[in-house]
């Protein structure tokens, strides 16, 4: 059986998205931030099968079937691991290398890539706080209020005005001109290497796995040469085998920790960075392109909703617009900001504070009503032509609705606003509605399937004789690990990796211990790819928890309580010695005092 990397397999989930093939399958419906539906491998009435763009993963709670994709596409195709992998990246466009192929040379590359992508931001940050050639940097900085915590969190650093400095600091890690070359961070021209980014303050793109993937680099100073070339205020890294402009956003691995409702997208690198340190994390940027269809899916895996905040001129609206219809292609919602006396949330922040930004935001318009307000002003509702077009554009912008009662209320509105008959108008939307759904076909299958491996062990059966409040508390304590690093610094403190109970729950505890370790937080869909088929639906059922805690710091100590509680427990009923025993039953009574 061929061995992939772990890189291939996590480029293979990151172009695959559960909830787009699911959909073939099973249909679908949002509830909250999951989508739910009828279970494809029992008969069921009343749906219980789940399904979780966040976490790409999907769980039935009726005949517990759980897993990541390749695990929906093992049981539903009746493939295996390698060639339901296989079926993905061929969809995804990806080539697996073959061992001793080219392809593993690709995969090499990749990986110096993200290695010199990180000794040069660590290169420009160093610049930007230790060196003098940084104090123009760091002085624009400070001139935009950005605060050094900021610079830490987002890692910002600036590039000298030199031609060589990253060229021969790499050059001295031991890289090659033509690596650096396809990592993008030099550029040749007349036969000579140049470094890309100079005289610049710059912003490392991350993506969702903590890989630097790329730069965005903001001029300082003039920006047209002696020789009257005009240089870009803004730069971005050229497209490389690791950074697509397309399909990566800026902030995005900062703007899904913060598990919102909602994601507010901005224009640029400084608007995200601004509205993130006024305390609103859940904001990202494009990168220099207008938003793509491949980044609103992304978007929507972590968001039910999406929050445009463009520039407030022309452009700005025109480029919500296609925003607007991008986002409603991809099967999301959106909502648009209006900033009163402020172009870009940077200067509406500065000049008014986060609580008026966050007012703002509560008060931002639905898509569709910013639309209307926006073809308002191209006709003149005073003429019976100007109605007509008016009517015409207004029904098309209902299209997207998929609420009856909603669509209703617009075309009352429309109504109200133009004098026309509200049948007139509800003519107009129908016939439009009818010429849209011309040759539409359903996805939708809904069939039992069985799975190709045949009844799976439950995984709990493995696991030591445990009392099950022991068991569900460790559960719930892995699953909050995994999703906040401060938590597994205090697990830590409290317990070893053998404290936990059986080799499962060791396992799970031993691998979130050496993310953190590295400084990141794991993808539960990709650690369930290091469990054996019997144990899948234990494991992803801890990850898919979906009980919502009021304060989960709070439930992270009593977890830790109550875990140390059932342990002394279990040492009381088995110790034999009366000074032992004594010791046990004060430790007892003064865990259940702290609670």
């Not at 079937?65 to 995804?92: H, P, T, Y």
């Not at 605060?147 to 590039?159: E, N, P, S, W």
């Not at 009662?405 to 109200?416: F, K, L, M, Q, T």
């Amino acid at each position: 059986m061929p061995y992939y990397p772990d890189d291939v397999v996590n480029e293979v989930f990151a172009e695959n998205d559960i909830v787009d093939y699911v959909s073939q399958y099973v249909r679908l419906k949002r509830v909250g931030r999951d989508y739910s539906g009828l279970c494809p491998f029992h008969r069921e009435k009343s749906p219980s099968f789940h399904v979780s763009g966040e976490k790409q993963l999907f769980h039935c709670f009726g005949c517990g079937a759980s897993g990541n994709l390749v695990q929906f596409v093992m049981r539903v195709e009746g493939l295996d691991f390698v060639e339901a992998l296989k079926l993905l990246a061929e969809r995804a466009g990806i080539a697996l290398p073959e061992e001793g192929g080219a392809d593993d040379n690709s995969h090499a590359l990749k990986k110096k890539i993200y290695e010199m992508n990180k000794i040069s931001a660590r290169f420009f940050y160093d610049t930007l706080t230790k060196s003098p050639e940084g104090k123009i940097g760091y002085a624009y900085f400070t001139e935009r209020k950005i605060t050094q915590k900021t610079i830490i969190t987002y890692g910002l650093g600036f590039a000298r005005d030199s031609y060589t400095a990253l060229h021969d600091f790499l050059l001295q890690k031991g890289y090659t001109d033509k690596e650096m070359l396809s990592a993008g961070l030099v550029v040749e021209r007349d036969g000579k290497i140049y470094d890309k980014f100079r005289n610049r303050v710059m912003f490392p793109i991350i993506d969702l796995r903590g890989n630097i993937i790329g730069f965005g680099g903001r001029i300082m100073g003039q920006s047209e040469t002696p020789s009257g070339f005009k240089l870009p205020k803004y730069l971005n890294s050229a497209e490389t085998p690791v950074f697509n402009k397309g399909r990566n956003l800026f902030s995005l691995n900062i703007a899904k920790k913060s598990s919102p409702f909602s994601i507010i997208l901005v224009e640029g690198y400084m608007d995200v960075i601004t509205v993130c340190q006024a305390g609103i994390p859940n904001v990202v940027a494009t990168l220099g392109t207008a938003l793509t269809e491949a980044q609103a899916k992304l978007l929507l895996k972590y968001c039910s909703e999406i929050i445009i905040c463009y520039d407030s001129d022309e452009a700005g609206q025109k480029a919500a617009i296609r925003a607007i219809d991008i986002i409603n292609a991809a099967g999301g919602r959106s909502r648009v900001i209006k900033l009163k006396g402020a172009k870009d949330p940077d200067e509406y922040i500065k000049a008014n504070g986060s609580a008026m930004f966050l007012q703002a935001v509560s008060e931002a318009k639905a898509s569709t009503e910013f639309r209307l307000d926006i073809l308002k002003t191209k006709y003149s509702l005073d003429t019976p032509e100007g109605k007509a077009m008016y009517v015409a554009q207004a029904a098309e912008a209902l299209l997207s609705i998929t609420d009856a009662v909603e669509v209703d209320a617009y075309i009352n509105r429309i109504s109200g606003e133009t004098q026309v008959n509200k049948d007139a108008v509800y003519s107009e939307y129908r016939k439009r509605l009818s010429n849209s759904k011309t040759g539409e076909g359903s996805r939708h299958i809904n069939r039992e399937i069985s799975s190709p491996q045949g009844e799976n062990v439950h995984a709990a059966a493995a696991l030591p004789d445990k009392s099950k409040k022991l068991i569900a508390a460790e559960k719930k304590l892995i699953y909050l690990m995994s999703r906040n690093k401060k938590y597994i610094d205090t697990v830590r403190e409290n317990f070893n990796i053998e404290d936990f109970s059986g080799e499962i729950h060791q396992k799970l505890v031993r691998i979130i211990f050496e993310a953190r370790d590295n400084n990141t937080l794991i993808e539960p869909s990709i650690v369930l790819n290091e469990f054996a088929d019997s144990e899948i639906n234990y494991v992803s059922e801890i990850f898919y928890n979906m009980e919502e805690y009021a304060d989960n710091n709070a439930a992270l100590f009593e977890l830790i309580n109550n875990i140390k509680l059932e342990k002394l427990s279990e040492k009381i009923e088995s110790e034999k010695d009366p000074m032992v025993l004594s010791r046990l039953v004060m430790e007892m009574q003064e865990l259940r005092r702290n609670r």
